[in-house]
């Protein structure tokens, strides 16, 4: 992992002993989480660390705390922690996790108590930068808020366990903040909601607050207004299950703003290859919209599971707006469970989603691992569907593909998961753009 270090070493003077002051330093660009370590001399030479009242021996005590670029506190820890840690995901106790943007951050010094002679104290800062790596999660996830039977943090364990890294929380019409999300080690909550009417449902995700008024619509300007609302505070919003009979899809999605289609949700089915052929149809017309899918787990039944299906994105970090521009960008493909099969699928420098200029020997460099006996790969242009290959045993696939003119590219794994039932899809990509 790529880490910038910095160093400031200081000298407190008993002068200024019972007063604060702060320590400016630059927060470097694309930072994913940041550590910062102090010292100093806290007890005489000789002192007795048998003593229960060792405490009382110190002669210097230096408090701790932190301020973000805007003037905010992010968090204060007194002398009680030499060591503390910031991302966007996670933080000491004491600290609010946050992105850390970068500018003018502030160490707060606090000189509760300091030695006739004064002290010196070092400040040592390590920063962790971002680097793109695949995540895995599900973005569409109810607990007991609304009509799930698990809290949010009995989902992030279970998430855990089926290894995911991201759960949205997308509650029936209740808003879930960041703020008040556990910490669960390697999973990030994505906060949202599920944006649920008798006539179509979408999630809101990344914002606390979509909109301020109740979430009931009546007219289609009502509906307009709850999305605008959510779209001008920075939500992804996704149009969901538009198939899925009884909660089907009835706005006009032409006259909405969204980011993705989910195309995907739970078992695989015929309201998903419905959504699946609708979203095809859209990018043969030219209309470039990301997919998306999710569980809309409630509880484990024999076909419904955390994570089936799974969403697996490239991001920049494991922090939720990340995660959220990856999958509006289109950087993600979409597998049955979190240990389906996986793909990497690039052209030049271009990932899923993104523009790459056509051309003679331009081609789509392909890996997909995890595949099963029969499995078949198959390549989904404007104008084909290109079987490329057939897994004779369990193992992985690497190749090359050409497309022969301008458009798109999406690649299929498609499975036989049961004995005499047709092939359905195991994995679904995003495309990439081949332009003229």
């Keep these: 992992m790529n880490q910038t270090f910095q160093q400031f070493d ?31 001399s806290h007890y005489p030479e000789n002192y007795d660390l048998d003593d229960p009242f060792t405490s009382r021996q110190q002669i210097n005590i230096i408090d701790l705390g932190l301020i973000a670029p805007d003037g905010s506190q992010v968090g204060a820890s007194g002398s009680d922690k030499t060591e503390i840690t910031i991302s966007e995901v996670r933080a000491t106790p004491g600290y609010r996790p946050q992105k850390l943007v970068p500018g003018r951050w502030q160490i707060i010094v606090g000189a509760y108590k300091v030695e006739p002679e004064g002290v010196y104290v070092r400040y040592e800062l390590c920063t962790d930068h971002k680097a793109l790596r695949l995540l895995k999660g599900d973005l569409h996830v109810h607990t007991l808020a609304s009509d799930g039977v698990h809290t949010v943090e ?17 509650d029936h019409n209740q808003m879930s903040t960041a703020v008040g999300m556990p910490q669960v080690p390697g999973v990030t909550f994505i906060p949202g909601v599920e944006w649920t009417h008798y006539q179509g449902h979408a999630n809101f995700l990344g914002v606390d607050q979509p909109y301020d008024l109740p979430f009931m619509a009546n007219t289609p300007e009502e509906v307009l207004a709850r999305f605008s609302s959510a779209r001008d505070r920075g939500a992804l919003i996704t149009a969901n299950h538009p198939f899925e009979p009884n909660v089907e899809f009835k706005f006009g999605l032409a006259s909405l703003p969204f980011d993705c289609l989910e195309v995907w949700n739970g078992p695989m089915r015929e309201s998903n290859l419905k959504a699946i052929g609708l979203w095809h149809s859209w990018l043969v017309a030219g209309r470039k919209v990301p997919i998306c899918g999710g569980s809309d787990y409630h509880r484990d039944t024999p076909f419904i599971f955390l994570g089936g299906p799974t969403t697996c994105v490239y991001s920049m970090s494991a922090g939720p707006s990340d995660i959220l521009a990856a999958l509006k960008a289109g950087h993600s493909y979409l597998t049955f469970a979190p240990n389906g099969p996986s793909l990497e699928m690039t052209a030049g420098e271009a990932l899923l989603g993104d523009n790459v200029s056509w051309s003679e020997v331009q081609k789509l460099q392909i890996t997909v691992e995890g595949l099963q006996t029969g499995d078949v790969i198959r390549v989904v242009t404007g104008s084909s569907s290109d079987a490329l290959f057939q897994a004779p045993g369990p193992g992985d696939y690497r ?37 003229a």
């Excluded at 407190?12 to 100093?40: D, W």
């Design 154 to 170: 009995e989902l992030g364990w279970k998430a855990h366990r089926n290894g995911l890294d991201f759960l949205a929380i997308t």
């Design 399 to 435: 190749g090359s593909y050409h497309l022969a003119s301008p458009g798109f590219a999406r690649l299929e794994v498609l499975r036989a998961f049961l004995p005499g039932v047709p092939i359905l899809p195991a994995l679904i990509s995003n495309p990439i753009y081949f332009e």
């Design 10 to 40: 200081i000298f407190i003077e008993h002068s200024q002993q019972g007063s604060y002051f702060t320590i400016p330093f630059e927060m470097v660009e694309q930072a994913e989480s940041f550590t910062l370590r102090y010292g100093y």
